[in-house]
């Protein structure tokens, strides 16, 4: 990760004294700090500043000058509170955060998809927000849900007319889903309708994410499914991660939001994607 935070070490605070070597107050430490701080957001998904002064033993006020400093070169965002990582290709950002970025786009795509879902289908769902905006417009009973994702559970949990299926596995603060090889071999013995699914990138066709467990997830979920609907909002576009799941051609079914620039669509089409763009 050392190459995000190059040039984070370049100006002072209440601890710190640059220049002075490698102690507490040396721009040495000051840089070690900083990545310590976005390597714990990163890895529990969220943090409070609270958390951060205990981890580093300084000042709430410097740790507020980290976070300010780690804002601006595009690491971390605090949000309610709580210190969370931004989106980039070696990471993503907390569901609970992700489910409310572009919103009003995730419901276009949602609105889309939520018409096809017919009564008694059984749909598979991992941690992608955009796939919880669908069902949360579903109006259509029975169906079934299999899911990783503790978000999509407590939103279905006391739904009437939905059976919920829990893959269980290792637990991802960050994600708020499961990942590893219970998840996958549940998963693997599952037969369902539908795989609802967004990606943290597209880049020449290729869809990517930045964890290889949460690949591993998505692609036993798309072996498992009988139709897979890939659901993108145009931000997405010309984006990548760490690693790459599927092909766009591979989903029968690609829907984007109003925004997406028709010759974008055009030549996904071309391509032989099978896309469709959602009214505005």
Known sequence: MSVIYDGLADEQGDDTVAGKGRGRGSAGALRERR???????????????DDLVELTGVSAMTVYRDIEALEEAG?????????????????????????????????????????????????????STTALW???MLEVVPITVVTNSMLVARELERRSGVRLFITGGEYQAWSESMVGQTTTEVIAGVRADYFLVSASGISDLQCFHPFEDCVQVKRAMMASAAQSILLLDHTKLDRRALHTFASMTDFDQVIVDSQTPDVVVADLRERGVSVVKAPG
């Open 75 to 127: 690491v971390l965002i605090r949000h309610r509170g709580q210190v969370t990582a931004v989106a980039t290709g070696l990471n993503e950002i907390a569901a609970s955060i992700r489910v409310n970025q572009n919103a009003d786009l995730k419901q276009e795509v949602a609105r889309v998809v939520a018409a096809r879902i017919r009564p008694g289908s059984s749909i598979l769902v991992d941690d």
């Open 35 to 49: 990545m310590a701080i976005a390597e714990r957001v990163v890895k529990n998904g969220s943090a409070s500043v």
């Open 134 to 136: 669908v069902l949360r």
